[in-house]
């Protein structure tokens, strides 16, 4: 096992690209706690584990006129994240994540440093926080109805979910919708999982809910509008 340095991180909430401001993330899960000892216990107390929570702490420079704004937006709003540690290429493990972003630091600074942001967000209902893989990087654009790169993120016996960001988009007109569909193979036939996601037309964020499924393998559907259409995608599939 290789100690990682994440150099080449990405990350995206809905539709801003995070990682190009951000110089420090934290993603994580913690659980709620309640005494669950009994006299039968012993000598020693016994804990029991209730409900779960997304950890999510994002700080970085604060650029006001290119990420302020976009942040004002998000506030007091569910939000869609996708923090991939070593890079957008397909395939690559990416946590995923659908949160509030609870609070909003509209001035945080000091004398001689550059501002900063801070975004942290808390799980809302169905936003579990998952380790997944990506399926769809942003370095080429969807200009047509495609499908993304099919990953064996494993079987599905609890759901599956996928982040699904548009961080750019151009044309007449222009709307993209995405599907979650899993296949036992990655050449095999792929079977819709769940609901499409609604159709975008801007810039944005959908978190994606698939069906349960023994299938192993997983990919987008991705069904483009519109005349001469362009979106810059990234997106990433996780299972339970």
């Given at each position: 096992?290789?100690?990682?340095?994440?150099?080449?991180?990405?990350?995206?909430?809905?539709?801003?690209?995070?990682?190009?401001?951000?110089?420090?993330?934290?993603?994580?899960?913690?659980?709620?706690?309640?005494?669950?000892?009994?006299?039968?216990?012993?000598?020693?107390?016994?804990?029991?584990?209730?409900?779960?929570?997304?950890?999510?702490?994002?700080?970085?420079?604060?650029?006001?006129?290119?990420?302020?704004?976009?942040?004002?937006?998000?506030?007091?709003?569910?939000?869609?994240?996708?923090?991939?540690?070593?890079?957008?290429?397909?395939?690559?493990?990416?946590?995923?994540?659908?949160?509030?972003?609870n609070a909003w630091r509209m001035v945080n600074a000091s004398v001689g440093a550059p501002s900063t942001i801070q975004v942290p967000m808390t799980a809302v209902g169905g936003g579990r926080p998952l380790q997944g893989l990506v399926t769809r990087a942003t370095t080429t654009a969807v200009t047509a109805t495609a499908t993304t790169t099919a990953v064996n993120v494993g079987a599905a016996p609890v759901?599956?979910?996928?982040?699904?960001?548009?961080?750019?988009?151009?044309?007449?007109?222009?709307?993209?919708?995405?599907?979650?569909?899993?296949?036992?193979?990655?050449?095999?036939?792929?079977?819709?999982?769940?609901?499409?996601?609604?159709?975008?037309?801007?810039?944005?964020?959908?978190?994606?809910?698939?069906?349960?499924?023994?299938?192993?393998?997983?990919?987008?559907?991705?069904?483009?509008?519109?005349?001469?259409?362009?979106?810059?995608?990234?997106?990433?599939?996780?299972?339970?």
């Amino acid at each position: 096992m290789a100690i990682e340095v994440p150099t080449s991180l990405v990350a995206a909430l809905d539709g801003i690209r995070l990682s190009d401001y951000a110089n420090a993330i934290e993603v994580g899960v913690d659980v709620d706690t309640f005494d669950a000892t009994t006299f039968g216990s012993g000598q020693f107390t016994a804990t029991g584990a209730a409900l779960r929570g997304l950890i999510v702490n994002i700080g970085g420079m604060n650029d006001i006129d290119a990420i302020e704004t976009l942040l004002a937006g998000e506030f007091a709003s569910a939000a869609v994240l996708t923090v991939a540690p070593a890079g957008e290429t397909a395939g690559n493990v990416a946590m995923i994540g659908y949160g509030l972003v609870n609070a909003w630091r509209m001035v945080n600074a000091s004398v001689g440093a550059p501002s900063t942001i801070q975004v942290p967000m808390t799980a809302v209902g169905g936003g579990r926080p998952l380790q997944g893989l990506v399926t769809r990087a942003t370095t080429t654009a969807v200009t047509a109805t495609a499908t993304t790169t099919a990953v064996n993120v494993g079987a599905a016996p609890v759901g599956a979910w996928a982040s699904f960001h548009v961080l750019a988009v151009s044309g007449t007109l222009p709307t993209i919708t995405a599907q979650l569909q899993s296949s036992t193979s990655s050449g095999g036939s792929f079977t819709n999982r769940g609901s499409a996601s609604a159709s975008r037309s801007a810039v944005g964020g959908e978190w994606i809910v698939g069906a349960t499924t023994t299938d192993t393998w997983w990919r987008l559907n991705l069904t483009v509008g519109g005349t001469n259409p362009s979106f810059t995608v990234l997106a990433a599939i996780g299972v339970l």
